[in-house]
């Protein structure tokens, strides 16, 4: 054993033995500066490091400066309540604070008991427990992203190895400093504690053993306690301020009073500010100017000092990143791969990783398959393959959906976590973290493993997370399927139609239509969650009317009309009745009277009041439906149906609007309410 390491041993020993072996005053004036001194390396080395594993002895260090703190104030109290003495530094710090007022004293004794034990030592360990709780939560997803890396070959194994044992132990450290904040707090309430013994029991002993009077008594006690709390409570508080420090410190490239005067000095022109304020404070204020202004001309000249170092820094990284784009364009590399833009893209943080990874048991890539088959019976189109990819600039738990490179919808997932609806009647037994359904923005909570039972015997909906994803996916891609579909992929369905129908194509196109013409009619009524599968019927329908207008929207009604069989069923079953919202006279007239005429065909120039308030009247409508439990739909005449609909699609885009003309003549129609001027 190395010399440095018995003398660790042996001072432990001894701060164990001080607690029960009386200590010389001389002795104990020595050991009272060391613990301070050591208070303020503690703190220095605490500002200084870049990062919390640079300081990781500092949990254990805190549970010996902590030992060492209670058995100073032992031996102190011993020597008060037996000596009625306990050394020049106890009594120096009484002296000095109380300042010959024991009140005042007992005071700032006070103040500084509380701002440890409320302020610092509190906040501390409540940092301290979410740091560890979250450094361990993230574990998992490092791990993944260390071998993700280390698969893609950015990393080497040593690097590798390195990056783990960092995580492994950035979790102990994170894990010890969660218990040795308990140990501040003990050491705070001692503190209070031994402050009341000291004095009550000083008081005693000194009038009945003594033989001092009530003011002798009260004079010598108070000022040794005063002193003894503050030689006790100012490490102790500077050892607290050191934990907040190392608890709340991020990872940086400098130590804490390079990132504050970095941070702190990047917005001179805010000194401004402060500077012109203390100068209102000093005209307007009995604040005298030449208290203020003097602070507000540093203020000034510091900002200025401030602005001018800020633009160099500007020029020199203009500079240096017009030196990167010159050598960016000299470079052979090509960048035409670039300008590709995916139709669809997944991205998530790498704490949903698992979702994905087959060797993890994700299987998103399979139910990917899934949608796709999905959409291709449900719309009869074929969705672009999925681009599948993590992002580390999203949050841990955090997906984005994107269509043609631009979010469009997003949301968060807890693993090991169920997602859990509501029946109607809540059920107060059943707790977790409250969220919103990211498919239908229903809101619903995240609950455990052990909860899921209960919840589905309450009557909850109960989903796991990948199928909150895939539900979530699968209405993100109903919605903007006509956005998906362009020419190409138009081309393609129509491609598939010749080989059985060749005869079909080659009379629609390109004698009436061309193939423009017809994805402008297949987007309009995806657009409205139409199926287009059935397109032998939709080209017969242009082929019939195609020779007598090119307007896609006419187009459009025409081939809505005879796909009736397949919009009624879509929004009724067999034999069941249709509950809708009927358009009055009035709102029909207001809205054929408002039709124009022009070279490119028909539009609605219905001015806004008017548009406004048939807004108003169908939104109430459809609310009181809503609220009946009923899924509303507007029922119109032919005529006025298109118009209708783009009044309403902005702002009720999944309310169907439908025709007379596009429901079959054996169902049953139930008018729910009418939307009148």
């Not at 009530?214 to 002193?227: D, H, K, N, P």
């Not at 941070?263 to 005209?283: D, E, H, N, R």
């Not at 539900?471 to 992929?489: D, M, N, P």
Request: hydrophobic residues 45%; negative net charge; charged residues 20%.
């Amino acid at each position: 054993m190395r010399v440095k390491d018995l003398f660790v041993l042996i001072g432990i020993i001894a701060i164990v033995l001080m607690m029960i072996v009386p200590v010389p005053i001389p002795l104990l004036d020595f050991l009272l500066i060391i613990n301070i001194s050591i208070a303020l390396m503690i703190i220095l080395v605490a500002m200084n490091t870049q990062e919390a594993l640079q300081f990781s002895i500092f949990p254990s260090l805190l549970l010996i400066t902590t030992l060492f703190r209670l058995a100073l104030n032992v031996s102190t109290t011993r020597n008060i309540l037996s000596h009625a003495e306990a050394g020049d530094v106890v009594r120096t710090f009484g002296s000095f604070v109380a300042q010959g007022n024991i009140v005042v004293g007992f005071v700032v004794f006070l103040i500084l008991v509380l701002v440890q034990f409320i302020v610092i030592t509190k906040g501390s360990e409540r940092v301290a427990e979410v740091a560890a709780r979250f450094t361990l939560d993230a574990m998992p997803g490092k791990q993944m992203s260390i071998d993700a890396d280390l698969n893609a070959g950015l990393i080497n194994e040593v690097q590798a190895r390195e990056r783990r044992q960092k995580i492994e132990r950035e979790a102990d450290f994170y894990g010890a400093m969660d218990g040795a904040s308990k140990f501040v707090k003990g050491d705070a309430i001692a503190g209070i504690v031994i402050l009341v013994i000291n004095l009550i029991g000083g008081f005693i002993i000194g009038m009945t053993m003594k033989g001092m009077d009530f003011s002798e008594a009260l004079q010598t006690f108070s000022i040794l306690t005063i002193g003894d709390g503050l030689v006790s409570q100012i490490p102790a508080l500077l050892i607290s301020t050191a934990a907040g420090i190392i608890v709340t410190r991020a990872s940086s490239e400098g130590n804490l009073g390079h990132d504050v005067t970095k941070q702190l000095t990047s917005q001179p022109k805010l000194l401004y500010i402060v500077a012109g304020t203390l100068v209102m404070l000093g005209i307007f204020t009995p604040i005298h100017w030449f208290t203020t202004f003097p602070i507000a001309g540093l203020l000034v000249f510091a900002g200025y000092k401030m602005q001018k170092n800020l633009e160099r820094e500007a020029i020199k990284e203009e500079q240096l990143v017009e030196e990167q784009q010159i050598e960016e364009v000299r470079s052979p590399e090509s960048v035409i791969s670039l300008l590709q833009v995916d139709p669809i893209e997944f991205e998530f943080g790498y704490g949903l990783i698992p979702l994905a990874d087959t060797q993890q048991g994700g299987d998103l890539l399979d139910r990917i398959i899934l949608i796709r088959r999905q959409c291709a019976l449900e719309l009869g189109v074929v969705v672009p393959v999925i681009r599948i990819r993590d992002n580390i600039q999203l949050r841990p738990n955090e997906y984005i959906i994107k269509i043609k490179g631009n979010t469009v919808a997003r949301g968060e997932l807890l693993l090991n976590h169920y997602l859990a609806m509501s029946p109607g009647i809540d059920d107060d037994s059943i707790s977790g973290i409250e969220t919103t359904e990211p498919a239908f923005g229903l809101p619903a909570i995240w609950i455990d493993e052990v909860t899921k039972e209960r919840a589905e015997l309450s009557g909850y909906t109960v989903v796991d997370p990948p199928s909150v994803v895939a539900t979530h996916l699968t209405e993100v891609i109903k919605k903007h399927t006509h956005e998906l579909l362009g020419r190409q992929e138009t081309k393609a369905l129509i491609d598939n139609v010749r080989e059985s129908y060749p005869a079909l194509v080659d009379d629609l196109i390109p004698s009436v239509l061309s193939i423009g013409d017809v994805q402008k009619v297949l987007a309009k009524l995806l657009k409205e969650k139409i199926s287009v599968r059935d397109l032998v019927t939709i080209l017969e329908t242009l082929a019939d009317y195609g020779a007598y207008t090119k307007d896609p929207e006419i187009l459009t009604e025409y081939v809505r009309q005879s796909l009736s069989r397949q919009i009624t069923q879509q929004f009724t079953s067999l034999g069941d009745s249709l509950k809708v919202i009927t358009v009055g006279p009035s709102v029909e007239k207001k809205i054929a009277d408002s039709v124009q005429q022009s070279d490119q065909g028909s539009y609605l120039a219905l001015d806004p009041s008017s548009s406004q308030i048939i807004y108003h009247r169908v939104s109430e409508q459809v609310s009181k439906l809503i609220q009946s439990g009923q899924q509303p739909v507007i029922l119109t005449s032919p005529t006025i149906r298109m118009y209708l609909r783009q009044l309403l699609e902005r702002t009720l885009q999944d309310i169907p609007v439908l025709s007379y003309s596009e429901l079959e003549p054996s169902v049953e129609i139930q008018s729910m309410g009418v939307v009148n001027l």
